[in-house]
């Protein structure tokens, strides 16, 4: 069903052709055209006279429309202050929101009650955080029932959103919260924390190797740390190939190479990674998804049907692959 606008398609309703970000060639585009009245909503704006927030506004709504996205495909989302009056006043979907560290955790720790006994919270701007550090971290809660919060301090930081929690904390995390004393550290006086510094938290030797930097804590911020962080060497990863996959020169390995993921692990290596070929990433997890994220130290066996069906008639394949 082709998206509307309200204002109906016609001739020389059409959407625009140009102005489009390149980083949007995957949304689907808007089949009419959108002008910046579209996005005005009927809510009556009210911020002082004068506020800077009116001019945020009208450029925004004008900007839209280059955008060249259909309304119902937008949604803006605010966190606290006047500003964040916003999505009232913009015609597509909405979210006015609250904001901060404390909110998120005893959200997730409420979430978790009941189903587990400790929780791993982590931000989701850290795109190097390894499974390593994750184990590692949460191991200081399975071996000391007396501690609450595995606390990583971390490059010089505190790392509250990388850190390991007890769900049993969800009670008084929600209690902060409604006290609107919002800061992790307010938990942390009301429990018992372990901290790991560097030095603890690469006494694992999975993680010194595989992480050495820590750069699981790196969190990005920036355009110019997205550019950095993608401007980095891919993770160096072990790949066999198994059954038809090794004639025609090519060795079953292992192969150790450097690649984001399984996609780029295949092409690396020449191997065509269509619906005749399985992977199996370290040893259980099956994908056909070209898009499985690799880190530091994974395995990938490369499988072809036939090395897939032979494994699974003699036991030696995983039930459930594919
Ligand atoms: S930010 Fe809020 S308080 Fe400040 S001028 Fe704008 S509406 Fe008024």
């Keep these: 069903m082709p998206e509307t606008n309200g204002h109906g398609a016609g001739a020389g309703n059409e959407a625009p052709s140009g102005h489009r970000l390149a980083s949007l060639t995957l949304v689907p585009r808007a089949t009419v055209r959108s002008v910046a009245k579209d996005f005005k909503s009927d809510q009556e704006v009210r911020w002082c006279p004068g506020c800077g927030d009116y001019a945020i506004l009208a450029a925004f709504q004008a900007f839209l429309p280059e955008l060249d996205v259909p309304r119902e495909n937008v949604v803006v989302i605010s966190?606290?202050?006047?500003?964040?009056?916003?999505?009232?006043?913009?015609?597509?979907?909405?979210?006015?929101?609250?904001?901060?560290?404390?909110?998120?955790?005893?959200?997730?720790?409420?979430?978790?009650?009941?189903?587990?006994?400790?929780?791993?919270?982590?931000?989701?701007?850290?795109?190097?955080?390894?499974?390593?550090?994750?184990?590692r971290v949460l191991r200081v809660l399975e071996e000391s029932e007396g501690t609450d919060v595995a606390l990583p301090v971390a490059r010089g930081h505190e790392q509250p959103l990388?850190?390991?929690?007890?769900?049993?904390?969800?009670?008084?995390?929600?209690?902060?919260?409604?006290?609107?004393?919002?800061?992790?550290?307010?938990?942390?006086?009301?429990?018992?924390?372990?901290?790991?510094?560097?030095?603890?938290?690469?006494?694992?030797?999975?993680?010194?190797?595989?992480?050495?930097?820590?750069?699981?804590?790196?969190?990005?911020?920036?355009?110019?740390?997205?550019?950095?962080?993608?401007?980095?060497?891919?993770?160096?990863?072990?790949?066999?190939?198994?059954?038809?996959?090794?004639?025609?020169?090519?060795?079953?390995?292992?192969?150790?190479?450097?690649?984001?993921?399984?996609?780029?692990?295949?092409?690396?290596l020449a191997v065509v990674f269509d619906r005749h070929v399985t992977a199996a990433l370290n040893g259980g997890q099956i994908t056909r998804d070209r898009a499985t994220p690799l880190t530091a130290g994974d395995t990938v066996f490369f499988l072809s049907a036939d090395a897939a069906l032979a494994s699974v008639v003699s036991g030696t394949g995983r039930r459930g692959a594919g």
């Excluded at 800061?183 to 942390?188: E, G, M, Q, V, W």
């Design 79 to 135: 966190g606290i202050g006047c500003s964040s009056r916003l999505p009232y006043y913009v015609n597509s979907y909405g979210m006015h929101s609250i904001h901060g560290r404390a909110p998120a955790i005893a959200t997730g720790l409420a979430a978790l009650t009941g189903h587990a006994d400790v929780a791993f919270v982590s931000s989701t701007d850290m795109p190097f955080l390894h499974p390593a550090f994750i184990r």
């Design 162 to 268: 990388v850190a390991a929690y007890r769900v049993s904390l969800a009670g008084a995390a929600e209690r902060l919260v409604k006290e609107d004393r919002l800061r992790p550290a307010h938990l942390f006086d009301e429990c018992r924390v372990e901290t790991l510094d560097d030095a603890a938290l690469k006494r694992d030797p999975v993680l010194a190797a595989l992480d050495p930097d820590l750069d699981s804590v790196l969190n990005v911020n920036t355009p110019a740390d997205y550019a950095a962080a993608r401007a980095r060497p891919a993770p160096e990863v072990t790949v066999q190939l198994f059954g038809t996959l090794t004639k025609g020169g090519n060795a079953g390995g292992p192969h150790v190479i450097r690649a984001a993921t399984v996609g780029g692990a295949a092409e690396a």
